[in-house]
């Protein structure tokens, strides 16, 4: 089983509606947790970060963290063409580094 | 990207040959790492350092090496590339801690390297 599971994707969803990324992550012990942003060429941008369960809101963004079930999400409201990325979860403990997941690949369709 | 800046952006390079990619930053970050991304893969952890003279293995860490002398700079070096090594190289910084919370990363631009 891998740390992060994301899927792949393409997500392909209509511009002004609400594309859903989801990861699931084995480490019961995590403590912090990330989206990242990675455009085509370019390097991972850090769009939202997540400690606790529950939501937690920025912009057109939320992230969502249920421990319990090892499960985060990220929503994004009236999605634009300029959302269309690869989204990356990952995941903290402790002092160790970062473990990333594969990646979605987001499309939005104008 | 601001206060991080890896060198060089591009690299070809023949196999058996060693390779040293720079990572600067201007932030004062304690930590640092390199990390691989290849597809399929996501990104991978090499090496990271939690100082001066600090560093640890991660992951994917066997052909490389690393090094910190001063709290800018942590060069990540390929001692005999080979083509398994091709891939695009970030690295990462990140603030100290405050107890268990991990605020994150700032990455580099990325090295491309090819291995031929």
Known sequence: ?110 | DAGITQSPRHKVTETGTPVTLRCHQTENHRYMYWYRQDPGHGLRLIHYSYGVKDTDKGEVSDGYSVSRSKTEDFLLTLESATSSQTSVYFCAISESRSGEANYGYTFGSGTRLTVV
């Not at chain 1, 392909?12 to 012990?29: F, H, K, M, Q, W």
């Open chain 1, 1 to 110: 089983q891998k740390e992060v599971e994301q899927n792949s994707g393409p997500l392909s969803v209509p511009e002004g509606a609400i594309a859903s990324l989801n990861c699931t992550y084995s480490d019961r012990g995590s403590q912090s947790f990330f989206w990242y942003r990675q455009y085509s060429g370019k390097s991972p941008e850090l769009i939202m970060s997540i400690y606790s369960n529950g939501d937690k809101e920025d912009g057109r963004f939320t992230a969502q963290l249920n421990k319990a079930s090892q499960y985060v999400s990220l929503l994004i409201r009236d999605s634009q063409p300029s959302d269309s990325a690869t989204y990356l979860c990952a995941y903290g403990k402790g002092r160790r580094a970062l473990t990333f997941g594969s990646g979605t690949r987001l499309q939005v369709q104008p």
